[in-house]
């Protein structure tokens, strides 16, 4: 084990002790913390700033004593693992969660053949590759996971989102090599989404092959149908093709995750398919060409299949744009001196149980800048907030609001930013379930189009 420094002067320790080290990090942060008063938002950027600090303050110092023996801990595990209802912050962050067991990413410097079986050890290792390893595990035993060696960071899967409007021609577009002058004879077509109907009798007879590479935490495959309604919306992109190319062969798809989607379009090579269709994306990426999802599908592409993908789904949902401060108070203007980004919810959509999910993203390369966001009401109280550390360009430059609303009105997004220097990048906002005050429909579209 090789010696490391840290500003928390924490002893080097043997493999052996690493576990018992941890965890009495955690216990002791309680009296490491510094005492912050009950927050109270008076109705002044000013006073929001101080009390976004504040508590940006006691999260980042407990959240830094889980970064020792060189892993990494992603913030929204951190949520996780310090949640007192660890299944209602599960469903806030996206993650699979039954029983106390989730399916984590841990990304990796390689692991020998005994680091590989102490893993297994502690839980069902379902995808494994040279750099990542998809990992179920019951989430009080996370600790454990610092006494293997390889491991460079924890974090939670990144899972895609599901586009209403991609059922829509205009949306997805077929291209002429894909319908040929055959109807699609002998064509083959892989679909990648996270739920089909097989008994749908449109698509029923054409489909040639289908599997599911989405894994539960009981460590086996989600059925092909997945769960909820989320077998419409995959169900509806197979009709499309079928519609557009009758005579087509279908190879259906299911995954859940970034890595589950890796395994998914692998298996779509193995099978020689001609086009592939992946009518989802992930709007918590950087659209820049750098996530290695879009590193993938464009390898997939340039070996000469065919690749559909979304385009515009978040139009009315969607902005960006150079951070501005000519009032110099540290926080974002949308537009003049407009510091909130508001939108409007109704009644039917609290009754709907639809939550409010927002997503900031913007560059870091060379300089390194911290942006903050927080959901408001219309008094200006802080609902929710998401401060993620970045401190080094390593660190992703994301912040996610996920909030329940349980009051129709105006709500609003501030963005903040935690430092000196005046910043010089873009910010970009995703709002999945809201149209926005102000948008930016150019550049509305999410990770893989920029493949």
């Known amino acids: 084990m090789k010696e490391q420094n840290n500003w928390w002067n924490l002893p080097v320790v043997s493999d ?62 951190y949520l996780l693992i310090q949640s007192q209802n660890p299944a209602d912050a599960a469903s806030k962050l996206g993650l699979q969660f039954d ?79 894909f319908v040929a002058q055959n109807s699609g004879k002998n064509i083959r077509v892989a679909v990648i989404d996270m739920a089909f109907d097989l ?54 798809y299911t995954m859940g995750n ?10 779509a090579m193995a099978n020689d398919v001609d086009v592939v269709v992946i009518p989802l994306g992930w709007p918590d990426l950087p659209t820049d060409g750098t996530s290695h999802i879009t590193q993938v599908v464009s390898e997939f592409t340039e070996s000469g299949i065919i690749t559909i993908l979304p385009a515009g789904n978040y139009g009315q949902r969607h902005w960006e744009s150079s951070f501005a401060d000519t009032n ?14 508001s939108f409007t919810v109704t009644q039917e959509r609290i009754q709907q149980n639809i939550p409010i999910k927002v997503n900031l993203l913007w560059e870091n390369h060379d300089d390194v800048y911290d942006f903050d966001t927080v959901l408001l009401d219309s008094a200006n109280n802080i609902l929710e907030y998401s401060a993620n550390p970045q401190e080094t360009k390593h660190d992703k430059a994301y912040e996610q609001i996920f909030y329940y609303p349980t009051e129709p009105g105006t709500y609003a997004i501030g963005v903040m930013y935690d430092g000196d220097d005046i910043p010089d990048t873009t910010l970009e906002i995703f709002s999945i379930n809201d149209e926005l005050e102000h948008i930016t429909t150019a550049g509305s579209g999410t990770v893989p189009t920029d493949a």
């Open 199 to 252: 008994d749908n009798q449109k698509i029923t007879s054409k489909v040639v092959d289908s599997k599911s590479f989405r894994y539960g935490t009981d460590n086996s495959a989600i059925a092909l149908n997945g769960l909820g309604s989320e077998r419409i919306h995959g169900t509806a992109v197979a009709e499309l093709v079928v519609d557009t190319a009758p005579d087509s062969n279908l190879f259906l």
């Open 99 to 177: 029983d106390g067991k989730t399916n984590l990413v841990l990304e990796t410097s390689g692991l020998n053949r005994a680091e590989l079986k102490k893993l297994s050890n502690l839980g069902h290792i379902s995808i494994a590759s040279e750099s990542h390893i998809q990992l179920t595990l019951d989430y009080k035993d996370l600790a454990k996971l610092y006494s293997i060696d390889g491991i460079t960071k924890i974090r939670a899967p990144f899972v895609p989102e599901q586009f209403s409007e991609s059922t829509d021609l205009g949306i997805v577009s077929i291209d002429d090599d």
């Open 258 to 267: 970034d890595l589950e989607f890796v395994e998914a379009l692998n298996e």
């Open 328 to 341: 110099a108070n540290g926080w974002n203007e949308f537009s003049e001196l407009d510091e909130g980004l």
């Open 16 to 77: 052996a002790q690493i576990i018992d080290s941890v965890l009495e990090i955690v216990e002791e942060t309680a009296e490491d913390l510094p005492v912050i008063e009950e927050v109270t938002v008076p109705n002044t950027l000013s006073d929001l700033g101080i009390a976004l600090n504040d508590l940006k303050l006691v999260q980042n110092l407990d959240w830094a004593k889980w970064n020792v023996n060189g892993i990494t801990l992603d913030p929204k595990v």
